[in-house]
Structures are given as structure tokens and as C-alpha cells.
């Protein structure tokens, strides 16, 4: 069994969260856990704790998150672009991985799945996110 990398982990709990969304929009019933066992082939604590966390804090994380987007709000972005802004500030400002890390992750799969445009919002609102935690302690 291949061993997932960190990028390769985040991308596939992106494509959960995104899913999620799908799921609820259209009314199709479905629990978090066959969506992480269905693209998962082995258990993983880092999918399962980062896809829970999201749900979790997605309150929080989403009005961290529109405070920064600077007369928008994530519901008017796609599920892709929430699904990926949503991870990197729940990786912010709820995990132990290192900021750059968390931000650079959710700028390289933006570039996979978004416009330019969106992959510089995404970048400014997490960047402002973390400015924002390391001058106030969250």
C-alpha cells in the first residue's frame, strides 16, 4: 500500500468537503464517514481529524474567513474554492502545522482548481487570517 503524502492527504479532504456541499445542495443523504471511507483505501487520522475540524469550526473558521474577503462572503465562492479556504484557515488556526505550510498548501491547490483570480483571494484572506492570529493569539 502507497503511502499518501501531506498534498496528496489535503486534496482528498478538499474533494470531501466538496462533496459535502454537493451532497447537502441536492438533498442526498450521506454520512462524513462513508465520504472520507469511500476515498480513502486505508484509515487516516490526519483525513478524518482535518474533515471533522472543518465541520467542527466551519462556523468560526467561516466568519474568520469573511471578515477577509472584503465584500464577499464564502457562500458566493464555488464549493471548491470554499472547500480549500475553509481547510487552509482550519489549518491555521486549529492545528500545529506550520503556517506557511498550511497557506502554501491551500495556494498549490487552488492552482490545481481555481482561477488566478481566486488562487490571489484565497492567498490574501488566509495571509490576513494568519496575520490577524499571530497579532492577537487567534
Request: glycine share 4%; no cysteine.
Amino acid at each position: 500500500m502507497e503511502k499518501l503524502n501531506r498534498s496528496e492527504l489535503r486534496k482528498i479532504i478538499m474533494t470531501i468537503l466538496y462533496q459535502k456541499l454537493i451532497y447537502e445542495k441536492n438533498k442526498i443523504d450521506f454520512t462524513i464517514d462513508n465520504l472520507i471511507n469511500d476515498s480513502l483505501s486505508i484509515d487516516n487520522e490526519f483525513v478524518k481529524d482535518s474533515v471533522y475540524g472543518v465541520i467542527t469550526y466551519q462556523t468560526e473558521l467561516d466568519k474568520k474567513i469573511n471578515k477577509y474577503l472584503n465584500g464577499w462572503s464564502i457562500d458566493r465562492l464555488g464549493y471548491t474554492d470554499q472547500s480549500i479556504l475553509r481547510l487552509g484557515a482550519y489549518e491555521l488556526l486549529y492545528t500545529d502545522t506550520p503556517s506557511i505550510v498550511s497557506i502554501n498548501e491551500a495556494i498549490e491547490l487552488s492552482k490545481q482548481y481555481s482561477d488566478e483570480s481566486v488562487t490571489k483571494m484565497i492567498n490574501a484572506t488566509l495571509d490576513k487570517i494568519y496575520h490577524d492570529k499571530e497579532n492577537n493569539g487567534k
